[in-house]
């Protein structure tokens, strides 16, 4: 399922549709027999930088049902680990300028680059830090 994220095969709104059919079946009372499917997208969707992978963990996550027990304690800690990651794996460099010497930028401060761990393909965001 992750190569198939990275790859494109499978889209965000795939899964959300994927998810939206599997919940069809949820019944109170019953448990939920898309469990180990729903987890097993969990863990995938735990180091994939989209809207649709935080909204997924999260709400999955802050879910109190009996019956999806099992697939809420997976997103929890995918939730938890996703977080961890995205405030610990910050650094901030300084560039070097043309000439090979370290240049301040934007006005003497460094430029900070980010990478979102988990990807294959690493993603970078900038800004004054």
């Given at each position: 399922?992750?190569?198939g994220l990275r790859?494109?095969?499978?889209?965000?709104?795939?899964?959300?549709?994927?998810?939206?059919?599997?919940?069809?079946?949820?019944?109170?009372?019953?448990?939920?027999?898309?469990?180990?499917?729903?987890?097993?997208?969990?863990?995938?969707?735990?180091?994939?930088?989209?809207?649709?992978?935080?909204?997924?963990?999260?709400?999955?996550?802050?879910?109190?049902?009996?019956?999806?027990?099992?697939?809420?304690?997976?997103?929890?800690?995918?939730?938890?680990?996703?977080?961890?990651?995205?405030?610990?794996?910050?650094?901030?460099?300084?560039?070097?300028?043309?000439?090979?010497?370290?240049?301040?930028?934007?006005?003497?401060?460094?430029?900070?680059?980010?990478?979102?761990v988990g990807q294959?393909?690493?993603?970078?965001?900038?800004?004054a830090a």
């Amino acid at each position: 399922m992750k190569e198939g994220l990275r790859q494109e095969a499978i889209t965000d709104n795939t899964l959300r549709n994927f998810v939206s059919s599997l919940l069809q079946d949820l019944r109170r009372g019953e448990r939920f027999p898309h469990e180990l499917a729903v987890a097993a997208i969990a863990v995938a969707l735990e180091g994939r930088a989209t809207d649709f992978a935080d909204e997924f963990l999260h709400d999955l996550s802050r879910l109190e049902l009996a019956e999806m027990s099992a697939c809420i304690r997976v997103a929890r800690e995918c939730w938890k680990d996703r977080m961890q990651v995205t405030h610990t794996r910050s650094k901030s460099f300084r560039l070097a300028a043309g000439d090979g010497s370290l240049s301040s930028l934007a006005g003497g401060s460094a430029i900070s680059l980010r990478t979102d761990v988990g990807q294959s393909e690493q993603r970078f965001t900038y800004g004054a830090a």
